[in-house]
């Protein structure tokens, strides 16, 4: 789908990256849902580089499901102004 | 293999919609006046059964990958001034230590009834003081019918701006700022010692970049997203440690939080300049008054009132709904916002 922007250029809506995101970020949720016990118990863990698994973490998810919001926003037509 | 001697909840799937619902909402506000929501997400979670110190460290970890998208989107409008968020995040941080020393003298000598009252008495008096100016500063402008203008440089930011200090200045070129650093020193000090105390530091960084160094509000309120990013990335770092954060909490708040960060984002670039201090003193006095609510409470746990514990429990839930309340506040307020401007004929929807 094409859309026009506010200076008269036509770009299409970023569906492609909002599906390889999102199947991205769901897989991601569907795995912490699937072994929740298992990674709370390691995530948890003090010794050796464990501690690091919850820093971790937080950047993967952040940056698929960043993305795919980011997507999401774009795909329904709700985007910043550039002043 | 070493565990924290400490219980995490069994989750239900009620838990999950209200984490995804407050996460969504808290990002939102955090996206638009750069910080917010810690305020009602740990008190939240705590009401679900989560351990105090799980859910503040939780909370810290779902805040610093939130910040960082918010301060990534917000930088793409040029509204982030990279340098200024890491010289205050620098002297936050000694903030913090400090704050969290004092917290714990208090505790030990006053016990747990003492800290309380020692924080909600830290969110009335700052939370009055500094949102009862903001509030004032957002009607002054919108009473002088200049609320499309740029923003006026207060007079104290101005003063500060004229002190030159050789050796110690320090130019930040987004924000359009050239001061001293001895200023900004004890302005990230405050920030972070409010960190560790109420959790919420950009309630004393916005206004002081604002109010103090002379920054515009979006670029003040972009910049806190820095300064919550570095406050929220070391705080996990130490909780992690000691084996405290529970990840599922803190990835589900994540999952409603981005889609929030993300939206409040792009209303800072539909909405007036002033608008961003309606939003952060509505918040910061409907706050004040919810912790003023309980102060009773732990006056009365220190023996120094008598109240009945029905009254108690109906201060302690009616502290709670002033909490949420808050964040519904700025929620509806940042909403109202955008669709204002979108009806003004920006908002590029096809």
Redesign the interface.
């Known amino acids: 789908m094409i ?4 200076n008269g250029v036509e770009r299409s809506k970023p569906y492609p990256q909002l599906i390889a995101s999102g199947i991205a970020s769901s897989s991601l ?1 569907l795995l ?1 849902y699937l072994y ?1 016990r298992e ?2 118990s390691a ?5 050796s580089w464990y ?5 971790v ?3 993967v ?2 940056f698929a ?2 993305v795919f ?2 997507c ?2 774009e795909v329904l ?7 | 293999m070493e565990h924290a001697a400490i219980e995490f909840i069994d989750l239900q799937y009620g838990d999950v919609l209200a984490l995804l619902a407050i996460g969504f909402v808290g990002g939102l506000v955090s996206g638009f006046i750069g910080s917010g929501g810690a305020f009602v997400l740990t008190p939240a979670m705590m009401s679900m059964g989560v351990p105090g110190v799980v859910a503040v460290a939780s909370n810290l970890c779902h805040k610093f990958p939130k910040a960082l998208v918010g301060a990534y989107q917000r930088n793409k409008f040029g509204h982030v001034d990279v340098k200024l968020g890491l010289v205050m995040a620098a002297s936050a941080a000694i903030g913090v230590w400090l704050g969290a020393d004092i917290q714990h003298q208090i505790k030990e000598n006053f016990g747990e009834p003492g800290s309380n009252l020692y924080v909600s008495l830290a969110f009335v008096v700052v939370l009055t003081i500094v949102g009862g100016f903001v509030l004032h500063d957002a009607v002054t402008v919108y009473r002088s019918g200049k609320s499309d203008e740029q923003e006026r440089v207060s007079r104290l930011a101005r003063w500060v701006q004229s002190v030159e200090i050789p050796g110690t200045m320090m130019h930040f070129r987004t924000a359009n700022v050239r001061v001293s650093v001895l200023f900004t020193l004890p302005l990230g000090f405050a920030t972070g010692l409010l960190a560790s105390i109420i959790a919420v530091g950009g309630f004393i960084g916005v206004p002081g970049m604002m109010y103090v160094l002379g920054a515009p509000g979006l670029i003040a309120t972009a910049t806190e997203l820095v300064i919550a990013f570095v406050m929220g990335f070391g705080g996990t770092i130490k909780y992690a440690l000691h084996g405290l954060v529970d990840i599922r909490l803190a990835l589900i708040l994540l999952a409603g939080s981005l889609f929030g960060i993300q939206l409040g984002v792009i209303g800072t670039t539909y909405v007036k300049p002033f608008m961003i201090k309606v939003v952060m003193a509505a918040i910061m006095l409907i706050v004040a008054v919810s912790r003023g609510l309980v102060v009773p409470v732990y006056l009365t746990e220190l023996g120094r009132l008598d109240l009945a514990p029905r009254t108690m429990a109906w201060l302690h839930t009616a502290s709670f709904a002033f909490l949420v309340l808050a964040l519904c506040t700025g929620g509806i307020i940042i909403l109202a916002s955008m669709l204002r401007g979108h009806r003004a004929g920006a908002m590029p929807l096809k």
Request: proline share 5%.
């Open positions: 859309r026009r922007e506010a949720y912490l929740e990674i709370l995530f948890t863990r003090t010794d501690p690091a698994l919850p820093v973490a937080a950047f998810f952040s499901h960043g919001t980011a999401f926003w037509g709700v985007k910043g102004r550039k002043k």
